[in-house]
C-alpha cells in the first residue's frame, strides 16, 4: 500500500514556524573580560544558576557560549558576536591591550 508523502498546508506552516523561530535564536560566541580565571568563574557563578559545557575557559548558557579572555592570545581563532567585562576587569594588566585587540574579532565589525 503506498503512502500520501505530502503533508498539509497546516504542517507545513507549522513546521515554518519552529525553523523561523529556531533561526531567530542563532548561537552566540560572548567574550568576558576578566581580571583571571577565578574573576571569570565568579562571574559565571554570580550571572547564571544554569551552565552547561563548562570547562576551565568557557561555558554554555541558552544559546550562547561565553569565553574567558584574560590575555591578547585568547581571542586567537574567534570571532565574538559581543563582550562583557567582569567588575574587576579593568584591573587585568592586559586589559588595554584586549580591548585594543578585540574589536577586530567583533563580527559586527566584519560584517561591513
Same mark, same amino acid.
Given at each position: 500500500?503506498?503512502?500520501?508523502?505530502?503533508?498539509?498546508?497546516?504542517?507545513?506552516?507549522?513546521?515554518?514556524?519552529?525553523?523561523?523561530?529556531?533561526?531567530?535564536?542563532?548561537?552566540?560566541?560572548?567574550?568576558?573580560?576578566?581580571? &583571571?580565571?577565578? =574573576?571569570?568563574?565568579?562571574?559565571? !557563578?554570580?550571572? $547564571?544558576?544554569?551552565? *552547561?559545557?563548562?570547562?576551565?575557559?568557557?561555558?554554555?548558557?541558552?544559546?550562547?557560549?561565553?569565553?574567558?579572555?584574560? &590575555?591578547?592570545? =585568547?581571542?586567537?581563532?574567534?570571532? !565574538?558576536?559581543? $563582550?562583557?567585562?567582569? *567588575?574587576?576587569?579593568?584591573?587585568?594588566?592586559?586589559?588595554?591591550?584586549?580591548?585594543?585587540?578585540?574589536?577586530?574579532?567583533?563580527?559586527?565589525?566584519?560584517?561591513?
Amino acid at each position: 500500500m503506498e503512502e500520501n508523502s505530502q503533508i498539509t498546508e497546516s504542517e507545513y506552516l507549522k513546521a515554518k514556524a519552529i525553523v523561523n523561530e529556531y533561526e531567530g535564536k542563532a548561537h552566540k560566541n560572548i567574550a568576558v573580560i576578566a581580571l &583571571n580565571r577565578s =574573576d571569570f568563574n565568579l562571574w559565571k !557563578f554570580n550571572s $547564571f544558576s544554569y551552565f *552547561e559545557n563548562s570547562s576551565c575557559g568557557k561555558f554554555s548558557n541558552s544559546n550562547c557560549t561565553y569565553y574567558c579572555i584574560i &590575555n591578547p592570545n =585568547d581571542l586567537c581563532s574567534y570571532t !565574538f558576536d559581543g $563582550f562583557i567585562e567582569t *567588575e574587576h576587569a579593568k584591573e587585568n594588566p592586559n586589559y588595554d591591550k584586549i580591548i585594543e585587540i578585540i574589536k577586530p574579532t567583533l563580527k559586527s565589525c566584519n560584517e561591513k
